[in-house]
């Protein structure tokens, strides 16, 4: 669906439950995504990232479960978010966040967001995460403050199948 990687025959599409996205991951970094045919369309092209190494990491293949965005999680602190998580759930790497939201739009034309921010597990120094939102028309990578209440930051969390 994102244009890239090898197709997969999958036996029994991933399932989600109410509240959650189930998306199957081929193992491709935020890098890669970007560079896609639908990251060159539908992600602003930024470089910042690249010097993470979290921006090249590709994470184990397979059915992913996230919650985008955490219920109740709006104007928290990132101790506060990783509070309310669920048994099971950990905060959601960015490229998976990242995936499921280009994944999402493409399906539905929905912006799971409403034009806000969602933050991911990586950090950038010490008092920053990464966080993602949907702004004219793309996907936005950014980083915000961890203990910040002021803005709307919702939390996404992930779970393996």
């Known amino acids: 669906m994102l244009g890239f990687g090898e197709p997969r025959a999958v036996p029994q599409p991933p399932r989600a439950v109410k509240g ?17 045919p639908i990251g060159q369309k539908l992600m602003h092209q930024q470089e910042w990232y690249d010097r993470y190494p979290w ?6 293949a397979g059915v992913y479960h996230l919650r985008i965005p955490v219920p109740e999680s709006n104007r928290k602190t990132a101790s506060e978010q ?20 280009l994944a999402h739009r493409l399906q539905t034309g929905e912006d799971l967001l409403k034009t ?17 939102l949907w702004t004219g028309g793309q996907l936005y990578v950014n980083s915000c403050r961890i203990e910040d209440r002021r803005r709307a930051l ?6 393996t199948a």
């Open 20 to 36: 959650e996205i189930a998306i199957l991951y081929g193992g491709w970094s935020l890098q890669a995504l970007r560079g896609s």
């Open 55 to 60: 921006s090249s990491e590709e994470l184990p």
């Open 82 to 101: 990783e509070q309310i998580l669920l048994e099971g759930e950990l905060m959601a790497p960015v490229i998976l966040v990242a995936s499921a939201l």
């Open 116 to 132: 806000e921010y969602t933050c991911c597990r990586e950090r950038v120094l010490f008092v920053r995460r990464v966080a993602v």
């Open 154 to 159: 919702w939390a996404s969390s992930v779970r």
